[in-house]
């Protein structure tokens, strides 16, 4: 019988299958457990099957995002993300060609394995700040990527707690 997946699990199957430089951001993983458990990974055995399954288009999703778009300069996309109350943030991922901290990572591993029924759960518990996929992520060859053309609506999203 395997054991119910802790908050304290989602860091280390995180931190097992992506870069160090991706961990960035301090979290207790509440927000995650939650979700994870509303979708019924809750064995640590299945999230490591989760993320084993879309590591690589996460990854691949993390470092599109911070290439140079047609309107807008790395620095200009990082800078307006996340801010200019987190400049350190901005700065530290350009530094390290990185966009996307382990938390978020666990989001884009979320939207391609539930699709509209995990950003349908998302809307109803948290409140989102939308942001329209960078257009390198576009042109990517995969099923989300052609589904988040500007006019399809579809983006990725960071997460605020209400």
Known sequence: MSTK?????IYTILKRH???K???VETDYEVEHKYLQHFGIDTPEALEALVVKHKDYAREVDEAMLQPGEYETVEQLAHRDFGEHTKA????CIANNCYYSLPD???VVMDVEFEEKYLAYMDEHYYFERHCLHSAV???NTPLAQECS???GRVFVLLYVR
Not at 5 to 9: A, E, G, P
Not at 89 to 92: C, R
């Open 138 to 140: 576009q042109a990517m």
């Open 150 to 152: 500007p006019s399809s």
């Open 105 to 107: 990572l666990l989001m």
């Open 5 to 9: 997946l802790r908050k304290d699990d």
């Open 89 to 92: 943030v901005s700065d530290y």
């Open 22 to 24: 991706n961990d960035f």
């Open 18 to 20: 992506f870069p160090a």
